[in-house]
Protein backbone atom coordinates (compact mmCIF):
# COMPACT_ATOMS: atom_id res chain seq x y z
CA UNK A 1 0.00 0.00 0.00
CA UNK A 2 1.57 3.00 -1.31
CA UNK A 3 0.17 6.04 1.28
CA UNK A 4 2.04 9.45 2.13
CA UNK A 5 1.64 12.16 4.17
CA UNK A 6 2.90 15.79 2.97
CA UNK A 7 2.06 19.30 4.32
CA UNK A 8 0.04 21.25 1.77
CA UNK A 9 2.83 23.74 1.82
CA UNK A 10 4.75 22.04 0.05
CA UNK A 11 5.09 21.55 -3.51
CA UNK A 12 3.26 18.97 -5.51
CA UNK A 13 5.70 16.34 -7.19
CA UNK A 14 4.64 13.59 -9.66
CA UNK A 15 5.54 11.25 -7.17
CA UNK A 16 2.55 12.19 -5.26
CA UNK A 17 -0.07 10.30 -7.28
CA UNK A 18 -3.69 11.24 -6.08
CA UNK A 19 -3.48 13.87 -3.49
CA UNK A 20 -6.41 14.46 -0.90
CA UNK A 21 -6.74 16.91 1.04
CA UNK A 22 -7.75 15.71 4.74
CA UNK A 23 -8.41 18.75 6.33
CA UNK A 24 -11.99 20.19 7.03
CA UNK A 25 -10.88 23.85 6.58
CA UNK A 26 -8.72 24.80 3.27
CA UNK A 27 -5.08 25.30 3.96
CA UNK A 28 -5.32 29.58 4.92
CA UNK A 29 -2.70 31.34 2.21
CA UNK A 30 -2.91 28.07 0.03
CA UNK A 31 -4.32 29.03 -3.96
CA UNK A 32 -6.12 25.94 -4.96
CA UNK A 33 -4.39 26.09 -8.61
CA UNK A 34 -1.26 25.72 -7.30
CA UNK A 35 -2.32 22.94 -4.71
CA UNK A 36 -3.20 20.00 -7.18
CA UNK A 37 -5.68 18.43 -4.94
CA UNK A 38 -7.95 15.85 -6.68
CA UNK A 39 -10.47 14.64 -3.89
CA UNK A 40 -11.32 16.74 -0.80
CA UNK A 41 -13.81 14.25 1.30
CA UNK A 42 -14.56 15.95 4.16
CA UNK A 43 -15.74 12.92 5.92
CA UNK A 44 -12.21 12.07 6.37
CA UNK A 45 -11.36 15.09 8.23
CA UNK A 46 -12.48 15.37 12.47
CA UNK A 47 -15.55 16.72 13.37
CA UNK A 48 -15.39 20.63 13.69
CA UNK A 49 -15.63 19.95 17.74
CA UNK A 50 -13.12 17.56 17.72
CA UNK A 51 -10.48 19.68 15.68
CA UNK A 52 -11.05 22.66 17.54
CA UNK A 53 -10.51 20.60 20.88
CA UNK A 54 -7.34 19.20 19.58
CA UNK A 55 -5.76 22.42 18.65
CA UNK A 56 -7.14 24.34 21.98
CA UNK A 57 -4.83 21.52 24.02
CA UNK A 58 -8.05 20.39 25.48
CA UNK A 59 -7.13 16.59 24.41
CA UNK A 60 -3.63 15.27 24.19
CA UNK A 61 -2.29 12.82 20.76
CA UNK A 62 -4.09 10.12 22.52
CA UNK A 63 -7.55 10.78 23.31
CA UNK A 64 -7.37 12.56 19.97
CA UNK A 65 -6.68 9.49 18.09
CA UNK A 66 -8.65 7.01 20.16
CA UNK A 67 -11.76 9.91 19.08
CA UNK A 68 -10.78 10.62 16.04
CA UNK A 69 -10.23 6.53 14.78
CA UNK A 70 -13.96 6.21 16.69
CA UNK A 71 -15.06 8.97 13.86
CA UNK A 72 -13.15 7.58 11.00
CA UNK A 73 -15.02 4.06 11.38
CA UNK A 74 -18.73 5.88 11.16
CA UNK A 75 -17.21 6.07 7.74
CA UNK A 76 -15.70 2.65 6.77
CA UNK A 77 -17.52 2.58 3.57
CA UNK A 78 -16.89 5.95 2.12
CA UNK A 79 -13.27 5.32 3.39
CA UNK A 80 -12.60 2.16 1.36
CA UNK A 81 -12.67 3.23 -2.27
CA UNK A 82 -9.54 5.72 -0.98
CA UNK A 83 -7.82 2.26 0.59
CA UNK A 84 -8.39 0.72 -2.59
CA UNK A 85 -6.90 2.91 -4.41
CA UNK A 86 -3.97 3.32 -2.31
CA UNK A 87 -3.21 -0.20 -3.02
CA UNK A 88 -3.01 0.06 -6.88
CA UNK A 89 -1.18 3.73 -6.99
CA UNK A 90 0.72 6.33 -4.50
CA UNK A 91 -2.26 8.19 -2.48
CA UNK A 92 -0.63 11.64 -0.83
CA UNK A 93 -2.59 12.60 2.17
CA UNK A 94 -2.21 16.19 2.33
CA UNK A 95 -2.28 18.48 5.41
CA UNK A 96 -1.83 21.95 6.68
CA UNK A 97 -0.76 21.41 10.25
CA UNK A 98 2.89 22.28 11.11
CA UNK A 99 3.21 19.38 13.81
CA UNK A 100 4.09 16.34 11.16
CA UNK A 101 4.02 13.38 13.87
CA UNK A 102 0.82 14.35 15.32
CA UNK A 103 -1.65 15.01 13.10
CA UNK A 104 -5.37 13.91 11.49
CA UNK A 105 -3.20 12.66 8.35
CA UNK A 106 -0.85 10.44 10.22
CA UNK A 107 -4.13 8.65 12.35
CA UNK A 108 -6.24 8.38 8.82
CA UNK A 109 -3.23 6.98 7.20
CA UNK A 110 -2.91 4.21 10.03
CA UNK A 111 -7.24 3.74 9.16
CA UNK A 112 -6.76 3.25 5.64
CA UNK A 113 -3.53 0.79 5.85
CA UNK A 114 -6.05 -1.31 8.38
CA UNK A 115 -8.81 -0.70 6.33
CA UNK A 116 -6.73 -1.97 2.93
Avoid: C
Avoid at 51 to 60: N, V
Wanted: proline share 5%; aromatic share 8%; no cysteine.
Amino acid sequence: MSIHLKRAFVAPSHEDGYRVLVDRLWPRGLAKAEARIDAWPKEAAPSDELRKAFHAGELGWGEFRRRYLAELKAHRETLRPLAERAAREPVTLVFASKDERHNNAVVLGQYLRMLG
